[in-house]
């Protein structure tokens, strides 16, 4: 496994473990159809919610969690509709998260932002 994959794993196991702190029901771990990934896919409460999470080891390039630009977030919304509709959920409640991690030697710190582009 290559460093950015390693890199992208490590991410996103520390958002499960917050999620899962934070009550959140883990349905999905990347989620994939020809259109795109979806890292987590999860549950609070009533509403369904899709997580993209960024990982860096530094800011160099500006906070990950900006990094979720207009392509990337229509490949999001497609394969959110993909996984709606293969689950056959219906018309449920969903949002799309961006979770943004910059890791040090020291820790990790993790951004969360709860509805950050519209479904």
Known sequence: MGRTLELGKWGEDIAVAYLRRKGYIILERNYRTRNGEIDIVTRERKTF????VKTAKSRSFGPPQCWVDRRKRAHLLRTAVAYMTEKRVGEANC???V???VLTEKRAKLTHIKDAFPA
């Open 49 to 52: 919610v899709f997580v993209e």
């Open 95 to 97: 949002r799309f998260d």
């Open 99 to 101: 979770i943004g991690i």
